[in-house]
């Protein structure tokens, strides 16, 4: 099934063309959520060029591989590199939430709505770990 978009996103990193091989991999994930290659390949595109993301691919991964605190730390390490970032504290945030972790995933969405106030889904996902 992705075999096809597995040669295609591979020449696109052999050409140079990382743009075209992220977006490839990043579809991969969308119709395999394990796929390790498609993992690892967005990580060493990601790498040494925006380490926020490559820790955001890199938790992704920990997730599939059912590491979930790995997986926290790794959104911890991203935040350290962006601690504004939007993306990395809704992952922390819901991380916490899954591990039970509600203090944790309170002073995530907390901080989301901090950062941005729009962020309609913060409120309700806050409200969620509320009502548990």
Not at 32 to 41: F, G, T
Not at 75 to 90: D, F, I, M, T
Not at 97 to 119: H, P, V
């Amino acid at each position: 099934m992705t075999e096809k978009l597995h040669e295609k996103a591979s020449q696109a990193m052999m050409d140079n063309k990382n743009d075209l091989a992220e977006e490839l991999y990043i579809k991969i994930l969308e119709k395999n959520p394990i796929d390790e290659i498609a993992h690892q390949q967005l990580m060493e595109i990601y790498e040494n060029v925006d380490k926020e993301k490559y820790y955001i691919a890199r938790s992704n991964w920990n997730i599939s591989q059912g590491k979930i605190e790995y997986a926290i730390n790794d959104c911890k390490k991203a935040l350290g590199v962006n601690p504004e970032s939007v993306v990395s504290y809704l992952k922390l945030a819901r991380l916490h939430t899954s591990s039970g972790k509600n203090l944790q995933a309170i002073d995530c969405y907390t901080r989301i709505i901090a950062i941005d106030e729009k962020a309609i889904g913060a409120y309700f996902e806050l409200a969620d770990v509320y009502n548990k």
